[in-house]
Nanobody
Framework: QVRLVESGGGLVQAGGSLRLSCVIS????????MGWFRQAPGKEREFVAA??????????YYSSSVKDRFTISRDNGKNTLYLQMNGLKPEDSAIYYC????????????????WGQGTSVTVSS
């Protein structure tokens, strides 16, 4: 059984940084393309960032709201996906989920087969 477990969330002041981690077990991280989503109270789950393993290397994709502030990366040897979040804003407050998919398409939650339980990020103003 494949499991994803996120960690690294917490409370941070606006302008601060956090690094989220997502550890996969049951299969090697190399088997999947990965993504990060978030969901704020009363809002729909939204795409944050994703990667895609391609012949030319690992490509990364971001929502316009986090581009140039967040960085998705992975360490296949540690079976761990990361989301480095810099310049955090109050509107970044949400539950953050990592997810695994086997297709190239990355923006829709429906493309993902496996989800973690989420980690909470709160950014104070």
């Amino acid at each position: 059984q494949v499991r994803l477990v996120e960690s690294g969330g917490g409370l941070v002041q606006a302008g601060g940084s956090l690094r989220l981690s997502c550890v996969i077990s049951g299969r090697n991280l190399r088997s999947f393309n990965m993504g990060w989503f978030r969901q704020a109270p009363g809002k729909e789950r939204e795409f944050v960032a994703a990667d895609s393993i391609e012949y030319t290397g690992t490509q990364t994709y971001y929502s316009s709201s986090v581009k140039d502030r967040f960085t998705i990366s992975r360490d296949n040897g540690k079976n761990t996906l990361y989301l480095q979040m810099n310049g955090l804003k109050p509107e970044d407050s949400a539950i953050y989920y990592c997810a695994a998919r086997t297709v190239w398409s990355y923006r829709s939650a429906s493309q993902y087969d496996i989800w973690g339980q989420g980690t909470s990020v709160t950014v104070s103003s």
